[in-house]
């Protein structure tokens, strides 16, 4: 046990119980209390600061904890720094007095020793023991540093660590950062660019024959009339004898007519839609088939012509097959049939605002060049009944894109070649005239690789266009789409 002796710095006037026994020293070497054995270690200055304690303007009311504040003179302080200059400076440790400690006393030192306080690291509660200054963990710490890895390394697999409010976020709170992040760049407003649009109609303002002011009124309106006046695939089915190769062959023939007679572009696609039209109503025997292709060229040469051919022309054409009286006859059966309503949509009517559109820019020989090629792709699927399918703006547009494919060989991007222009005048998108293209183009490389001489084969459209009036512009080869 201790062995308690007067103490030198006590108060009289104070009470004992008052006096805590851990006191901070602010210079010379201070008594340590041994936790373990309860003995007193003095240090050899202890004899050289009783001196410091007895003045009673430098000693203040204890604290709780026992601790010492202390306040010196200026006087005092100068002396003991100059007594004490080869010393070395000793900051705040524990002190206890001989006499001060009582029963109470000790209870408080027990419990002073070991203050317990809680620390809130990571997001998790430790308990920490803070005896002299140096802090022990409860729990091992070996345990501690396995859960912090496997908390960096779950953490890490979301995101790198962050802190909010000096604590580590968790891996939901971490995904849920990332959600709302997404959700923001969701709502953020995309730039997009702007669209450029060319007026076609602006260098033909001044002239009446164009009807500038009309213009999208009639292309609108006849965009509804063209989907009125499709046929059905199996139209021939009302013919008993004529098939889909033969009226391939009569097409055929009659772009061979068409070139003879130099007549303008509108009569061969009026003549096709006259003859389809009449087919799919009335029954027309193997042996009138020819007739009603040369009575359907009368017709509409005289729908589109001024001059149009005589009808003993079509009588020379047709190798004298034919009587004048025969054509006439005929001619009059299919007005009566069709009602004398022989206006139709052809593709040549909006082929040639949609090159105008795509021609925006171009050099008169690229622009051309352009409108052959596209008229020539159009006149190969005349002879083709699989192409009834498609609307005669789509065929017109879905010709024009491939003739731009085609020319524009260095374009790695095709879909750069259809542009807001294109699209905004044939209300067309890319994907809606793809599958056209792709038709038109197998039809293009099946008569580019055939013979001439074939006549099985329907190259009348290669054999005209291989000519230098047309710039020989079947020879150009079609480009994958």
């Known amino acids: 046990m201790f062995e308690y002796r007067s103490n030198p710095f006590r108060n009289e006037n104070e009470n004992t119980n008052l006096y805590n026994p851990q006191r901070q020293i602010l210079q010379g070497k201070s008594q340590i209390l041994n936790t373990k054995i309860g003995s007193l270690k003095t240090s050899q200055s202890f004899n050289n600061t009783t001196k410091l304690f007895n003045n009673k303007q430098t000693m203040r009311q204890r604290s709780a904890f026992g601790r010492i504040n ?23 440790k524990r002190s206890v007095s001989q006499n001060a400690v009582s029963k109470n006393s000790v209870q408080q030192l027990n419990q002073n020793k070991v203050r317990v306080r809680k620390s809130f690291n990571q997001g998790k509660e430790r308990l920490v023991v803070k005896k002299s200054r140096k802090n022990v963990t409860v729990k091992n710490q070996k345990e501690d540093k396995k859960k912090l890895k496997s908390r960096k390394s779950q953490t890490n697999k979301i995101n790198p660590l962050k802190r909010v409010g000096s604590q580590l976020l968790n891996a939901n709170s971490s995904s849920l950062l990332f959600q709302n992040k997404r959700q923001n760049q969701k709502r953020r407003p995309i730039k997009k660019k702007k669209k450029i649009i060319y007026n076609i109609d602006k260098p033909n303002l001044k002239n009446p024959q164009y009807v500038t ?12 009339k063209e989907v009125e006046q499709m046929l059905p695939m199996n139209f021939l089915s009302v013919q008993k ?15 061979e007519v068409h070139l003879k007679f130099k007549l303008k572009t509108e009569v061969l696609y009026l003549t096709c839609k006259i003859i389809d039209k009449f087919l799919s109503k009335i029954h027309v025997p193997t042996s009138k088939l020819q007739l009603t292709g040369i009575t359907a060229m009368l017709i509409a040469s005289k729908y589109e012509e001024i001059y149009p051919p005589e009808v003993d022309d079509f009588v020379y054409i047709s190798d004298k097959s034919y009587t004048r009286e025969e054509i006439l006859k005929m001619e009059s059966i299919i007005l009566n049939v069709l009602n004398f309503r022989v206006t139709y949509v052809s593709p040549y009517f909006f082929i040639q605002r949609y090159v105008k559109a795509a021609g925006v820019g171009m050099k008169t020989m690229d622009y051309l060049k352009l409108k052959l090629l596209s008229n020539y792709l159009l006149e190969l699927s005349i002879p083709r009944l699989n192409m009834i399918k498609y609307k005669p703006s789509q065929l017109a547009s879905a010709a024009v894109y491939l003739a731009l494919v085609s ?55 290669r054999k005209k266009y291989k000519n230098k009036r047309f710039a020989r512009i079947s020879r150009v080869p079609i480009r994958m789409v």
């Open 213 to 224: 002011e009309f213009a999208e009124d009639i292309f609108s309106h006849q965009k509804k």
């Open 407 to 461: 020319l524009n060989t260095k374009t790695l991007n095709k879909s750069l070649l259809w542009t807001d222009t294109l699209q905004y005048y044939t209300k067309f998108k890319l994907s809606g005239i793809i599958n056209c293209a792709r038709d038109l183009r197998t039809i293009a490389v099946q008569v580019g690789s055939a013979d001439l001489n074939d006549e099985n084969e329907l190259l009348s459209a």
């Open 70 to 92: 202390t306040n010196l003179n200026v006087n005092v302080q100068n002396n003991l720094n100059h007594k004490n200059q080869n010393k070395s400076k000793v900051y705040l």
């Open 241 to 255: 004898k004529i098939n889909e190769k033969m009226r391939g062959i009569l097409f055929d023939w009659l772009c």
